[in-house]
């Protein structure tokens, strides 16, 4: 589910730098269309014992991990193509220089030569955060502090807390602001508190130093910093929640006055706050973790000002070392990359440089890369698709036995205001305001960062803008909307494996079918379920309906929760649950579909390379989720990620089907099998 816009633009850290604009050579050509193939088969395997290795295997064997991804799968497959197609716009419209100022093709290729003007950058070193750390030793008072936060959250600098703003889960028609819990520099809680992860505590800590000492710091007075950087952090850390508490939109909702929120943490100065962020007319705010403000507010006031100054100077260089020479960017990615994600080497310069762009001017970018890799009848394909899945869906929710005539009633009225949107926003935004300076890299991500930051700003307590996309037209993915009741499908996912003009319906019911029926039913799943018509937090379900989708809820629970990604470590099957429920959904859906649009259209009946389109439906999304892992990032995902790692999603949802065992006969000694009993049926 969408959790959307934060006044913090995504800065990726990356790393040992180059200069100019190499073009693609003849060894680094577009990557292969990486479709549907019954070459990735592994025949050797019985699909009867082990499907997923059956319908995978092959493509496991013969695709390692490349030494800069930290994992690799169908779906990245298609991400390196997509970026491919990308590099070629940027390489174009980075030696322009005659655009007009101003222009989306000035504006982007300006970007575009700032991160990859390296020289520059190496000339430049730390420089750029000269007057920012200038005013570390200046701070006196908590007013200071928050002058100095709200300065650098508008500009995309992290740390202390998080905010966004997004429609008022209780009154979805008008943006509100939302105050959440951050400012650590691990990935998770459980980095900084569970056993499993002290060496990485230790690295972290080894790395804060490093940085320190190229800042300038002797290596005693770097150590020393360091270790109270961590000591403050872990304080933070052990009164974040965890990410499975995160996802209960009910218990992280907690809409507060403004003198309510002066009372929860009367040391924090938040009416300087928002007037340095440029948030006027505040009544309220959402509150997503009271316990971990007051925390933060207790922490303000005993921990010592030079404790903070070694805190905010930390996460100052943390938030910047991507737009940084060499020495800070590679340190960066020697932890963040290598420790945390097993990734050998960083990705390419052009790559690194394009998805920050892609992340600041992000429908600037979406607008050249639409006219060109957008096709028409791409669009015209997904709406027939979408139509047909909804259909299916709706018959459900008509037609299901377990739940009751009252709450039927409330799920088709939800159901019947949902919406859809394909491709790109109608309307590209407007970055014209934003001034690019082909010198100046990280002064060009800080004011992207703040434009956004102020546009988001002006929209508190106004009504929402459903024409707006929360993804930019490029990326490869998906979302639901809860405020809204729609789902979104950006033009770079419209692309295979997901999505196939050139091949058969089975593979496409298979694939964009099934993430169709996934983003409908995160509607329905354990949060989306506490969204009604209006895309309000509302509970409309009667009591034995919801102990009823509990009940049904469980045996998902249960079932990914056995899954050992690692040994020793296990899915967490309540963290993964809302993706688990849609995986279920949509595969569910999806088959009805296709076997809707068969009977339709009975000469689309056609065994393709030995298999029948039921079996090609299974073959296809295990396909989709085929992956090879780098240990450390698998470790990572199991802590962080809210979906199942991919060898689970591409057989979790089968076996839970009569449909599969129909298609595919499953022997029961199987370490996949379900019984009947066992197997979940929610949608």
């Known amino acids: 589910m969408l959790r959307s816009l934060s006044f913090r633009l995504p800065v990726l850290a990356a790393l040992a730098l180059t200069s100019g604009f190499p073009r693609l050579s003849a060894a680094e050509s577009l990557p292969a269309v990486p479709r549907f193939s019954t070459n990735y088969l592994n025949r050797a395997a019985d699909p009867a014992l082990d499907f997923y290795q059956f319908a ?89 502090a928050m002058n100095l936060l709200a300065d650098w959250h508008r500009r995309g600098i992290g740390a202390a807390f998080g905010l966004y703003v997004q429609p008022d889960a209780k009154n979805s028609s008008v943006y ?26 230790d690295e972290y800590r080894r790395h804060i130093a490093r940085m320190f000492q190229l800042l300038g710091d002797s290596a005693a007075a770097a150590q020393a910093a360091a270790e109270r950087v961590v000591a403050l952090e872990t304080e933070l850390a052990k009164t974040s929640r965890s990410r499975t508490d995160l996802r209960d939109d009910e218990k992280n909702y907690h809409k507060l006055s403004l003198d309510a929120l002066d009372q929860l943490t009367p040391t924090l100065n938040w009416p300087a706050y928002f007037r340095a962020a440029g948030i006027r007319g505040l009544e309220s705010v959402i509150v997503g973790q009271p316990e971990f403000f007051k925390e933060l507010n207790r922490l303000a006031g005993e921990r010592d000002g030079a404790v903070w100054a070694d805190y905010l100077r930390w996460h100052l260089v943390r938030s910047s070392a991507e737009q940084l020479h060499a020495a800070a960017a590679d340190e960066s990615f020697r932890f963040y990359g290598t420790v945390l994600r097993g990734q050998p080497r960083p990705e390419p310069r052009w790559q690194r440089s394009a998805k920050v762009l892609d992340g600041s001017l992000g429908e600037a970018l979406g607008s050249l890369y639409v006219a060109e890799h957008f096709p028409p009848a791409a669009k015209v394909r997904m709406t027939e698709l979408i139509a047909n899945v909804r259909a299916v869906f709706r018959d459900r929710l008509t037609q299901l036995a377990w739940m009751s005539p009252a709450t039927r009633q409330e799920a088709l009225k939800k159901f019947d205001r949902f919406t859809h949107k394909i491709g790109h926003p109608d309307t590209f935004r407007d970055y014209s305001g934003v001034v690019i300076k082909r010198e100046d ?97 509302r509970d409309w379900w009667s009591a034995a309906d919801g102990q009823e989708f509990d009940r049904r809820v469980q045996k998902v629970v249960d079932q990914y929760g056995a899954y050992e990604a690692l040994p020793g470590k296990k899915v967490n099957g309540q963290l993964t649950l809302g993706e688990n429920i849609a995986d279920l959904g949509g595969t569910s859906i999806a088959f009805e579909a296709l076997q809707r649009a068969l009977a339709k259209d009975p000469a689309k009946r056609k065994t393709i390379d030995g298999f029948t389109p039921e079996q090609r439906f299974f073959l296809s999304l295990a396909q989709l989720w085929r992956v090879n ?9 199991l802590v962080v990620d809210p979906h199942s790692p991919g060898q689970f999603r591409g057989i979790g949802p089968h076996v839970n089907l009569p449909e599969f065992y129909a298609a595919w006969p499953q022997s029961e000694q199987s370490p996949w099998f379900r019984k009947p009993a066992e197997r979940a049926q929610i949608w």
């Open 629 to 637: 892992w780098r240990e450390a990032e698998l470790q990572r995902r």
């Open 441 to 537: 890299y990280l002064g060009n991500v800080q004011r992207a960062h703040e434009f956004e930051s102020r546009r988001q700003a002006a929209r508190i307590g106004k009504p929402v803008a459903r024409g707006e996309w929360e993804m930019t037209p490029q990326t490869v993915n998906a979302y639901f909307n809860p405020a809204l009741n729609e789902i979104v499908f950006p033009a770079g996912i419209l692309q295979p494996p997901f999505f196939d003009l050139e091949l058969d319906d089975a593979v496409n019911y298979g694939a964009i079918g099934v993430v169709i029926g996934h983003e409908i039913t995160h509607g329905y799943d354990d949060q989306g379920r506490k969204f009604d018509a209006d895309g309000n937090l």
């Open 176 to 201: 509100a602001l939302h105050l959440w819990q951050g400012g650590l520099g691990l990935p998770d809680r459980d980095y900084y508190l569970a056993e499993g992860f002290s060496e990485q505590r």
């Open 56 to 144: 995978t295997g092959s493509w496991q064997k013969q695709n390692p991990v490349p030494g800069d991804k930290a994992r690799w799968s169908g779906f990245d497959e298609l991400q390196e193509r997509n970026w491919a197609l990308i590099r070629s716009l940027l390489d174009s419209v980075g030696r322009e220089v005659t655009a007009p100022v101003g222009s989306v093709r000035r504006q982007v290729g300006d970007f575009y030569a700032s991160a990859m003007a390296t020289n520059r950058l190496e000339q430049l070193a730390f420089s750029p955060l000269d007057g920012e750390l200038a005013r570390l030793p200046a701070l006196r008072t908590p007013e200071d």
